[in-house]
Nanobody
Framework: QVQLVESGGGLVQAGGSLRLSCAAS????????MGWFRQAPGKERDFVAA????????FYADSVKGRFTISRDNTKSTVDLQMNSLKPEDTAVYYC????????????????WGQGTQVTVSS
């Protein structure tokens, strides 16, 4: 089991930046691939970014490439999402997730989830 707690959400104007953080507790953090997902009202939970156990490889949704950066610190059991050049369409609840297995970067393949943090981008 691993427990995940997100922080850092809020309200920002278009073009601004936010940094989300996820703190993990429980079993060995470095055993998990970590990801960020987001869900807007009435929409499915979509993949945003992920980082492998070692932190050496990252993955991004096309919609955030070049604007968002995911990173992890295995010594602190944290994973961050730096979001720059934010757009109104980035507005959503952002979730931190962990998985011990393999597969595509889709929500059903992740085992543990945080409670989510709201990000609102005003135009």
């Amino acid at each position: 089991q691993v427990q995940l707690v997100e922080s850092g959400g809020g309200l920002v104007q278009a073009g601004g930046s936010l940094r989300l953080s996820c703190a993990a507790s429980g079993r060995t953090f470095s055993s998990y691939t970590m990801g960020w997902f987001r869900q807007a009202p009435g929409k499915e939970r979509d993949f945003v970014a992920a980082v492998t156990r070692s932190g050496l490889t990252t993955f991004y949704a096309d919609s955030v490439k070049g604007r968002f950066t995911i990173s992890r610190d295995n010594t602190k059991s944290t994973v961050d999402l730096q979001m720059n050049s934010l757009k109104p369409e980035d507005t959503a609840v952002y979730y931190c997730a962990a998985r011990g297995g393999t597969g595509t970067m889709k929500a059903p393949n992740f085992d543990y989830w945080g409670q989510g943090t709201q990000v609102t981008v005003s135009s």
